[in-house]
């Protein structure tokens, strides 16, 4: 098990259980005591918990793993569903992304279709995005136009929030949204961990013909603190061949089309 995933486990234990015992993360994980102690010493110092004798406690930050370490998980899956999310956007049209790993992705995936380029070598499809991370990916991109909201940098995900981000998706129109969500069932619908990234997200989702929501089946059927939107407003689900029709089903009875990649 590589670093990353470690920590991601680790955390999810700390979410789970509000601490963690060395050397019982040690045998859930498969790994030795003193590589628990190394990888706890390590994210207490980045203050993602705080340390005890033969553990950890929970820290604010514990259920928030910063987006440079979830790159590892289920990456296969992601980028399966990246691809499928990349293929909806037509040629000329407006695409907002929020931020996020799987969004990252298709923001990679749109950038490399062969097919998305215009004449003369301007930009063929517009993106809009609050992410810092996928605006620098894409603005050396000449086939893709980059728009950055404004607003103040949230670590965890590299995503711009607050007024100043807010200003600017009131002034434009989106043909798609392409969200990334902490969690999706049919009662709350989508839902993000941060109620900041949430009110962006709706509000990107509001401004947008089509929202199309990018989810691994592990986010399927839970929750997270603040509402994205309502199912009824999300117009497709991408999700991976992990995700079984017993899962997906009220999903698609409520209205949504499924894909599965």
């Excluded at 950038?111 to 070598?121: I, Q, W």
């Excluded at 100043?164 to 434009?172: M, N």
């Excluded at 990334?180 to 961990?193: C, I, N, R, Y």
Aim: aromatic content about 2%; some cysteine; hydrophobic content about 45%.
């Amino acid at each position: 098990m590589k670093r990353p995933e470690r920590w991601n486990a680790l955390l999810d234990l700390l979410a789970r259980d509000g601490r963690i015992d060395v050397e019982e993360a040690a045998a859930e994980l498969a790994v030795s005591a003193a590589t628990i102690r190394r990888d706890l010493d390590e994210l207490a110092q980045q203050q993602m918990l705080t340390r005890t004798r033969g553990g950890a406690v929970a820290h604010n930050l514990s259920y928030d793993l910063p987006l440079r370490y979830k790159t590892a998980r289920r990456a296969s899956e992601k980028q399966r569903i990246a691809a499928a999310a990349a293929r909806m956007a037509e040629p000329g049209s407006i695409v907002g992304l929020n931020g996020g790993t799987t969004t990252t992705e298709v923001a990679r995936a749109l950038s490399t279709r062969g097919d998305l380029s215009a004449p003369g070598g301007g930009p063929a499809v517009t993106v809009v995005t609050n992410a810092l991370n996928i605006a620098n990916e894409l603005a050396v991109r000449p086939q893709v136009k980059i728009v950055l909201t404004g607003g103040v940098a949230r670590p965890q995900s590299f995503e711009l929030m607050g007024p100043l981000a807010t200003g600017v998706l009131d002034q434009v129109s989106l043909d798609l949204a392409i969200l990334g969500v902490d969690a999706l069932d049919t009662v709350q619908g989508a839902t993000a961990h941060h109620e900041g990234e949430a009110s962006i997200n709706h509000l990107m989702a509001g401004r947008a013909t089509r929202v199309v929501v990018v989810a691994d089946s592990s986010k399927l059927g839970r929750r997270a603190f603040a509402r994205i939107c309502a199912l009824d407003e999300i117009d497709v689900l991408i999700t991976d061949t992990g995700a079984d029709e017993e899962l997906v089903a009220p999903y698609t009875e409520a209205g949504v089309r499924v894909v599965r990649a």
